[in-house]
Nanobody, 124 residues
Framework: QVQLVESGGGLVQAGGSLRLSCAAS????????MGWFRQAPGKGREFVAA????????GYSDSVKGRFTISRDNAKNTVYLQMNSLKPEDTAVYYC?????????????????WGQGTQVTVSS
């Protein structure tokens, strides 16, 4: 059974940092692009960051560029999202996803496995 399990979410004050992890099990995703999405209350799911199969390429939404960093460790089958300078508007459930191809994916239909999500709450 393929699973993506996110961890590292929590409550943090504005300006603080969190590091999310996404551990995959059931199969390896070392040949797949991976991504992070988020969904705030009352809003749709939005793209946050993506990384190619070998980490050579990354992409970010304009709202997080310069503050968030996506990385991966294929030996551990794990993807990370380092979030710095957090803002209240970053409050959302963050989802990890495994892509259908090796490159960057910027929309949800380019991903075919999803985690259950981890809550990130940023207080002002």
């Amino acid at each position: 059974q393929v699973q993506l399990v996110e961890s590292g979410g929590g409550l943090v004050q504005a300006g603080g940092s969190l590091r999310l992890s996404c551990a995959a099990s059931g199969r390896t995703f070392s040949s797949n692009g991976m991504g992070w999405f988020r969904q705030a209350p009352g809003k749709g799911r939005e793209f946050v960051a993506a990384i190619s199969w070998n980490g050579g390429s990354t992409g970010y939404s304009d709202s997080v560029k310069g503050r968030f960093t996506i990385s991966r460790d294929n030996a551990k089958n794990t993807v990370y999202l380092q979030m710095n300078s957090l803002k209240p508007e970053d409050t959302a459930v963050y989802y990890c996803a495994a892509g259908a191809h090796y490159g960057l994916g910027f929309v949800s239909h380019e991903y075919y496995y999803w985690g259950q999500g981890t809550q990130v709450t940023v207080s002002s």
